[in-house]
């Protein structure tokens, strides 16, 4: 069993990475894109989260809305929320779990090769955690990454990609 240092540190960066997910799943920045019209005044930035789409004005004026139905948003948007849930609550339980598997805890201390195992367990719930945010993230990306590149998409509604010239032809290019 590893000693009581690289456990606290092991815990910390996995606390660290929960509250993280946390961050990640409330804010409203997973797709940006934006509309710049004939003139700078009618500049829109659009962000589309888990839970809500909001819209920023060249003025500086922001409004959100909430996503009024579960059942009539996409599967990938739906998947991505599930995952981000079950990531949250497997971070919370490996938060308390690990707490009690600790060297530096008193609890459980009548039995080390319990208490190891229970550290284990901590250690593992953290992981399909971490496994179930970044099933979340990645295919939410793809999704996007998806729908830029199809050519049915119009090109005022694509996210947000800075475009630079190729040397070789002059032609645009990622």
């Not at 319990?114 to 496994?131: D, P, Q, Y």
Request: proline share 3%.
């Amino acid at each position: 069993m590893a000693n009581a240092g690289l456990q606290l540190l092991g815990y910390f960066l996995a606390l660290g990475g929960w509250i993280g997910s946390i961050c990640s799943a409330a804010l409203p920045q997973w797709k940006q894109s934006s509309y710049a019209g004939d003139a700078i005044i009618t500049a829109v930035g659009l962000y589309e989260g888990l839970w809500m789409s909001c819209a920023s004005q060249s003025t500086g004026q922001v409004q959100c809305k909430l996503h009024d139905s579960l059942l009539s948003l996409d599967v990938h948007l739906q998947a991505s929320r599930a995952l981000m849930v079950v990531s949250i609550l497997m971070g919370f339980v490996g938060v308390i779990v690990s707490v009690v598997g600790m060297k530096c805890t008193k609890v459980g201390d009548e039995n080390p090769v319990i208490k190891s195992r229970v550290a284990v367990a901590g250690g593992v719930l953290f992981l399909i955690a971490g496994l179930c945010t970044l099933t979340a993230v990645s295919w939410y990306a793809t999704q996007v990454t998806y729908e830029f590149f199809n050519p049915n998409t119009p090109v005022n509604a694509r996210p947000n990609v800075k475009m630079s010239s190729s040397p070789i032809r002059g032609e645009q290019c990622l």
